[in-house]
Nanobody, 131 residues
Framework: VQLQASGGGLVQAGGSLRLACAASHGTFSTYDMSNYGMGWFRQAPGKEREFVAQISRTSSATSYTDSVKGRFSISRDNAKNTMYLQMINLKPDDTAAYYC????????????????????WGQGTQVTVSS
């Protein structure tokens, strides 16, 4: 599984960005992203990677870390094998590299908030919020 994150950039505080994570597999694969829960994490320089948001495979459940509740929204379009993170009212503390991730086993539950809950990771997209 390959995950490609995009949409990062430089914005002023209070601005918005929409991140996307496109999932793919081998050319002749029957891969279906709808079988797996997915999540977003972020990592600022000198800090550990931290959980941001997660979504169940059918979008029936989502959860967020407290610091982004009410400002970030996670969603997915299984027909396009793509997950999104809409971010509004961005703050300088949101500055980090953002990573998308996919759980390795099929489950109807939320995938988890720990790095170890996920088997596949994208390469990261940088979000920088200036004050």
């Amino acid at each position: 599984v390959q995950l490609q994150a995009s949409g990062g950039g430089l914005v002023q505080a209070g601005g918005s960005l929409r991140l996307a994570c496109a999932a793919s597999h081998g050319t002749f694969s029957t891969y279906d992203m709808s079988n797996y829960g997915m999540g977003w994490f972020r990592q600022a320089p000198g800090k550990e990677r931290e959980f941001v948001a997660q979504i169940s495979r059918t979008s029936s459940a989502t959860s967020y870390t407290d610091s982004v509740k009410g400002r970030f929204s996670i969603s997915r379009d299984n027909a396009k094998n793509t997950m999104y993170l809409q971010m509004i009212n961005l703050k300088p503390d949101d500055t980090a590299a953002y990573y998308c991730a996919q759980k390795g086993v099929r489950s109807g539950l939320l995938p988890g908030t720990r790095v170890s809950d996920y088997a596949y990771w994208g390469q990261g997209t940088q979000v920088t919020v200036s004050s």
